[in-house]
């Protein structure tokens, strides 16, 4: 299903545009993934690792970035771009960029310049990857309640605790960690965020595979993990701050994205569908507009990013739409491809049987929807609670 040009709006956004297709259309031999459809988890990570190599050493995965950290300048709806023309040709997973674009702005922005300066370009070119440790056993969408522990000792901080849900945590070099820096009982203005080296001593990954069959997700334990003051993110107890700028980049070009791969997948199923059964075309007129919502929400935000407006509570909306777009794609899938998801072998068959999977987890993972219409509720519309 095709995707217009231009949706992104300025004259400069639409050359850079051209310009990337053309290249790409150039490029494509080595830009098409070496796998049928899906991939391994392995398959995956290592293409994507070509693709950003190749990206950065071109230039095109600089544009976007600032030049203090080996980027071209320039407007980041040309990442939004960038991101939007690949996955919406299928030539790498909506995933890709999403660790690249979460948590590159908070390291630019919050760290030491000249630790910004070291550790980003590696990340741009896929040399590294990084991951999140935010969520915990009992403290996921209510970070407010987390207990992993941050402790000063001299020029150094001790963390001691567990995460959860720590994605691609066993392929990651580096890692934004949330600790509590201020004693049990400080809520929100006591988190801390700190910039650690996943191969410091007293960090134990171990990987969960989800029903998807992909080995994602991590739980990571710090047992008196060492991390220079330098490493630390803004002020000591200014993780909240840290955390919600995170929240809000989640939101921005990784979901442009994830709508453009949406469409990229609801293309193949109309042309798969039956013409004549009226159902399945209901379905895919009805995924078509949910992503539709999802693109038009999502322009704005886009365009509130690029103008460095972040607003963590709006993007809630973002959230909520994504998930209703994500499981209408793929719930036509369902009903297209009878029996196929659940019983066949064939790479379609695992692709699409993946990406339903996952698509379940739409409404929980990055918050639970329930926890975004709630701040929708409260903090947008100023709703009063129900005692």
Not at 103 to 116: K, N
Not at 320 to 326: K, M, S, V, Y
């Amino acid at each position: 299903m095709a995707v217009s040009g231009n949706d992104l709006g300025t004259a400069t956004t639409a050359r850079f545009r051209a310009s990337l297709v053309g290249w790409i259309e150039a490029h494509l031999p080595q830009l098409e993934p070496p796998y049928e459809d899906h991939g391994t988890t392995e398959e995956l990570l290592s293409h994507q690792r070509a693709v950003q190599r190749l990206l950065f050493d071109e230039g095109w995965m600089r544009w976007g970035w600032p030049e203090a950290v080996g980027g071209l300048g320039g407007s980041p709806l040309f990442r939004a771009v960038l991101g939007e023309e690949l996955t919406g040709r299928g030539l790498v997973h909506s995933a890709a960029f999403s660790m690249t674009e979460v948590l590159g702005p908070a390291v630019i922005e919050h760290a030491a310049p000249a630790l910004a300066a070291e550790v980003v370009p590696p990340m741009l070119r896929g040399d590294e990857s990084w991951c999140q440790g935010f969520s915990e056993p009992e403290a996921g969408s209510d970070l407010g309640s987390l207990r992993t522990t941050a402790e000063r000792d001299g020029d150094e901080w001790v963390i001691r605790g567990q995460k959860l849900w720590t994605s691609w945590a066993h392929h990651a070099a580096r890692c934004i960690v949330l600790a509590r820096s201020e004693g049990p009982g400080s809520g929100s203005k006591g988190i801390s965020a700190f910039f650690v080296d996943m191969n410091s001593p007293g960090i134990t990954v171990r990987p969960l595979e989800t029903m998807a069959g992909v080995d994602e997700f991590c739980e990571t334990f710090f047992d008196d993990v060492r991390v220079p003051a330098g490493r630390l993110l803004g002020r000591q107890g200014a993780g909240w701050q840290v955390a919600q700028h995170i929240l809000a980049c989640e939101r921005g070009p990784i979901f442009w994205q994830r709508a453009s791969w949406l469409l990229f997948h609801l293309g193949e199923l109309a042309r798969m569908a039956d013409a004549t059964d009226a159902t399945a075309q209901r379905l895919i007129g009805q995924a078509f507009a949910d992503v539709s919502a999802l693109r038009a929400r999502s322009r704005s935000t886009q365009l509130q990013v690029a103008g460095g407006d972040l607003r963590p509570a709006e993007s809630s909306v973002d959230k909520i739409l994504i998930a209703a777009a994500d499981q209408a794609v793929f719930d036509a899938a369902r009903y297209i491809l009878p029996g196929v998801i659940e019983l066949d072998d064939t790479p379609v068959a695992d692709r699409f049987r993946k990406e339903w999977a996952y698509s379940r987890a739409a409404t929980i993972y990055g918050g639970t929807s329930e926890i975004q219409r709630d701040i929708v509720a409260s903090r947008l519309l100023n709703l009063p609670r129900v005692p």
